[in-house]
């Protein structure tokens, strides 16, 4: 596992995207694995950036995202479809049709969990996926549990995790209760993984996590500790417990 700590938020992004700019430099064909939420907000600026002003390239680039909230098409704001669409992909000369996020509008949720990941497969997996974490630690939507899910898979979102999103909504009850999120195993079939950790809120679970040497599925992202192309990049403030 590759840990590196950034001054602040801006350079964590910056480090990040580098990261993925030699990919996408090396592999024009690449497939990442995406996520939404704050945090990989400024990678993705600065892809934007790379692609307006150096010319990156994403014409034959393939995107996977790792959740959507079920009950949101992808014109609703809050959809994680439109979230990828306003902060990265309306931005670079990406084609749509390569870009996927699961439909949360689904009429038979189960099989369509089971196509997507038969989807990722199909295309060559996951290159290089990007990765938040919850303050409870989750990765994608895999909440802490006893067990879990391998493939992707339909979750009920915990209550520290509705909280810690009803800052993007109107109220707290908006927030849906449920949503596709990738499997634990879908997400360590990648290649490679960055863990992105920003800000204070993410310092208590990045102790756990960095501190003690075990896996645990009560806290998702430590499974990450068993593959064998990690790269973890916080920011001061993440690390400061
Ligand atoms: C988002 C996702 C989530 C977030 C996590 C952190 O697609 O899968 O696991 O990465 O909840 O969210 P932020 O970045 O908003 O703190």
Same mark, same amino acid.
């Given at each position: 596992?590759?840990? @590196?700590?950034?001054? %602040?938020?801006?350079?964590?992004?910056?480090? +990040?995207?580098? #990261?993925? *700019?030699?990919? #996408?430099?090396?592999?024009?064909?690449?497939?990442?694995?995406?996520?939404?939420?704050?945090?990989? #907000?400024?990678? $993705?600026?600065?892809?934007?950036? +790379?692609?307006?002003?150096?010319?990156?390239? @994403?014409?034959?680039?393939?995107?996977?995202?790792?959740?959507? $909230?079920?009950? =949101?098409?992808?014109?609703?704001?809050?959809? $994680?479809?439109?979230?990828?669409?306003?902060?990265?992909?309306?931005?670079?000369?990406?084609?749509?049709?390569?870009?996927? /996020?699961? %439909?949360?509008?689904?009429?038979?949720?189960?099989? $369509?969990?089971?196509?997507?990941?038969?989807?990722?497969?199909?295309?060559?997996? *996951?290159? /290089?996926?990007?990765?938040?974490?919850?303050?409870?630690?989750?990765?994608? @939507?895999?909440?802490?549990?006893?067990?879990?899910? =391998?493939?992707?898979?339909?979750?009920?979102?915990?209550?520290?995790?509705?909280?810690?999103?009803?800052? @993007?909504?109107?109220?707290?009850?908006?927030?849906?209760?449920? +949503?596709?999120?990738?499997?634990?195993?879908?997400?360590?079939?990648?290649?490679?993984?960055?863990?992105?950790?920003?800000?204070?809120?993410?310092?208590?679970?990045?102790?756990?996590? =960095?501190?003690?040497?075990? /896996?645990?599925?009560?806290?998702?992202?430590?499974?990450?500790? =068993?593959?064998? %192309? /990690?790269?973890?990049?916080?920011?001061?403030?993440?690390?400061?417990?």
């Amino acid at each position: 596992m590759k840990l @590196f700590i950034e001054k %602040d938020y801006d350079a964590l992004s910056k480090r +990040a995207a580098s #990261i993925l *700019i030699e990919e #996408i430099s090396k592999k024009e064909d690449i497939i990442l694995g995406l996520a939404t939420g704050s945090t990989p #907000i400024g990678t $993705y600026k600065e892809l934007i950036r +790379a692609h307006k002003e150096d010319g990156l390239d @994403f014409s034959k680039v393939k995107t996977f995202n790792l959740d959507e $909230y079920i009950g =949101l098409d992808g014109s609703h704001p809050n959809s $994680y479809r439109y979230f990828m669409d306003e902060h990265l992909f309306n931005h670079i000369n990406i084609d749509k049709s390569n870009t996927h /996020v699961p %439909d949360g509008k689904a009429e038979d949720l189960e099989a $369509y969990c089971k196509e997507y990941d038969r989807l990722i497969e199909e295309s060559g997996g *996951i290159d /290089v996926q990007i990765l938040g974490i919850g303050s409870n630690g989750h990765i994608a @939507f895999n909440e802490p549990a006893e067990e879990l899910s =391998l493939g992707t898979t339909v979750v009920r979102l915990k209550e520290s995790t509705i909280r810690d999103n009803a800052r @993007f909504f109107n109220s707290i009850e908006e927030v849906p209760k449920t +949503a596709i999120s990738m499997g634990i195993g879908s997400i360590m079939k990648a290649r490679k993984i960055i863990l992105l950790a920003s800000g204070k809120n993410k310092a208590e679970i990045m102790a756990k996590l =960095l501190k003690n040497d075990v /896996v645990t599925t009560q806290i998702p992202a430590s499974l990450l500790k =068993l593959h064998h %192309d /990690v790269t973890i990049i916080v920011d001061e403030d993440a690390y400061s417990e």
